[in-house]
């Protein structure tokens, strides 16, 4: 056994090992990331006609955690769907309509105004978005994230009638 003398040797390696490499990590890393609203870069989302996503942190398709914002233009709500992951939801700004259930049905959803909070739990089908005025929210979850519609033939989104918009 010729560890037996080197064992002290070997865990003061490892110890230093296992100690100095997130110290290393760390300093590698800004101390933090910050974002202003003017910084924030909004697209058209390629799944729902309508929506404008930002991703603020990570990215929503990889593992990991991710931070993303929604606009919902006035009157636009996304039909039944789920997501494999739990989701934290913020309302930023606006009214953000959420009902749950297979069956689309505006009329069956709860207003939740800015500073609203809510929880989207893994595989649970809901739909969610804006009436009269649009909404901002603000999602956190850990990825891979995906939408699953519950009703594809319909569509992915609802847009209703607004002052100054048309039913589509």
């Known amino acids: 056994m010729r560890l037996r003398g ?3 040797a070997i865990a003061a390696l490892l110890t230093i ?3 100095a490499r997130p110290v290393a990590h760390a300093q590698d890393e ?3 990331i910050h974002m202003t609203p003017d910084e924030v ?3 058209d989302s390629a799944e729902v006609p309508g929506l404008r996503i930002a991703v603020l942190a990570g990215d929503p398709r990889k593992a990991g955690p991710y931070t993303i914002r929604v606009k919902f233009p006035p009157g636009t709500m996304t039909r039944p769907h789920y997501h494999p992951e739990l989701r934290t939801v913020t309302v930023i700004s606006g009214t953000w309509w959420a009902g ?3 069956t689309f049905d505006p009329d069956a959803t709860t207003p939740l105004a800015a500073g ?3 929880i989207h739990f893994p595989k649970r089908t809901h739909f969610d978005g804006a009436k009269d ?3 901002v929210v603000q999602i956190n979850g850990i990825g891979p994230s995906a939408t699953i519609w ?4 319909e569509g992915h989104v609802w847009v209703g009638p607004t002052p100054g918009r048309t039913t589509k």
């Not at 519950?150 to 033939?153: D, L, S, T």
């Open 6 to 8: 080197r064992t002290p």
């Open 17 to 19: 090992f296992l100690t």
């Open 30 to 32: 800004p101390p933090m």
């Open 41 to 43: 870069r909004w697209a």
């Open 100 to 102: 749950a259930g297979e």
């Open 116 to 118: 609203s909070f809510a």
């Open 133 to 135: 005025d649009g909404a």
């Open 150 to 153: 519950v009703h594809p033939e």
